[in-house]
């Protein structure tokens, strides 16, 4: 009975053996991964230690990608703390230098621009454990994150750190982590042109251009993307604010124009 549901397998031993082999098999892939996990533990707890010496003073500006980023001089932040993000890179010959950190959270990012981004200069390089098969060969400084979904904010990230709905949770993850009194955003639209009904995490395949980024070929014609849910980013904003209000420390929107309330406004240029 049990020999006809495993072809080639005629008797009770090489049923055994088999299940030995799979069993045996299936103990080596956790452990593999549970080796992965705590070799990558163990490097972000020391990066990060570094990190946090070096930034934790410092003010941070999280660089989203929204098309109102073409309405801003990026020039001015050569020579400020940054986290930038997917396919922001595209941006360079307008900005003038590369993120201090960098980071992917989704899939389809990371298959579609993940040689580009491996092969960036300079950055930091930060991404969840789950994509070190696309980044583990990346030039310079590469950190991997334990990571969850969920709506949580993280205040140790060499711990575990929430990807949930948008990279930007992430990364005002990354800069509560680093210990930065003041953090703003930048291209943080919070506004999606998408077509049809659909959730959030359905894919998409771009067929036009691209209304939603800085450039209409950010996502050129054929590219995967997932569908965006800015109800469910706004929510983990909230819990970005409440978490850096609470620890005496502040957010402030200064992308100009888009439909993000959640945090205090400010002009972007009073900043400099």
């Known amino acids: 009975m049990i020999s006809s549901r495993i072809p080639g397998l005629t008797s009770a031993k090489q049923i055994a053996t088999h299940t030995t082999q799979i ?6 892939s956790r452990f593999r991964d549970h080796w992965t996990s705590w ?7 020391r990066h990060f230690s570094n990190l946090r010496s070096r930034f934790k003073e410092s003010r941070c500006f999280v660089i989203g990608n929204g098309p109102s980023l073409n309405n801003l001089d990026l020039t001015l932040l050569r020579r400020e703390l940054t986290i930038g993000s997917n396919g922001l890179f595209l941006h360079h ?3 003038g230098f590369y993120p201090t950190f960098y980071t992917v959270t989704n899939y389809l990012i990371a298959e579609q621009m993940g040689s580009q981004i491996a092969d960036l200069p300079q ?11 696309y980044f583990g060969r990346a030039r310079d400084e590469v950190i991997f994150l334990r990571a969850i979904t969920g709506y949580t904010f993280s205040s140790d990230v060499t711990q575990w750190v929430s990807w949930q709905s ?10 509560f982590s680093l210990g930065c009194p003041e953090v703003y955003l930048i291209g943080v639209d919070n ?3 998408q077509q049809g009904e659909g959730e959030e995490g359905d894919i998409i395949v771009q067929d036009d251009s691209d209304p939603n980024h800085f450039r209409a070929d950010y996502f050129g014609q054929g590219f995967m993307w997932q569908r965006a849910d800015t109800t469910n980013m706004t929510r983990c904003y909230v819990l970005a604010h409440e978490a850096f209000n609470k620890s005496g420390r502040i957010i402030r929107n200064a992308t100009a124009g888009g439909k993000l309330e959640v945090f205090p406004r400010v002009d972007y240029r009073t900043l400099f």
């Open 39 to 45: 070799r990558h533990h163990r490097r972000a707890k």
């Open 123 to 133: 950055s930091i390089k930060i991404f969840p454990s789950f994509l070190a098969g």
């Open 191 to 193: 506004d999606y042109v």
């Open 166 to 175: 948008t990279v930007t949770f992430f990364n005002l993850q990354i800069a």
């Open 23 to 28: 069993l045996r098999n299936v103990r080596l």
């Open 93 to 95: 010959s307008k900005m």
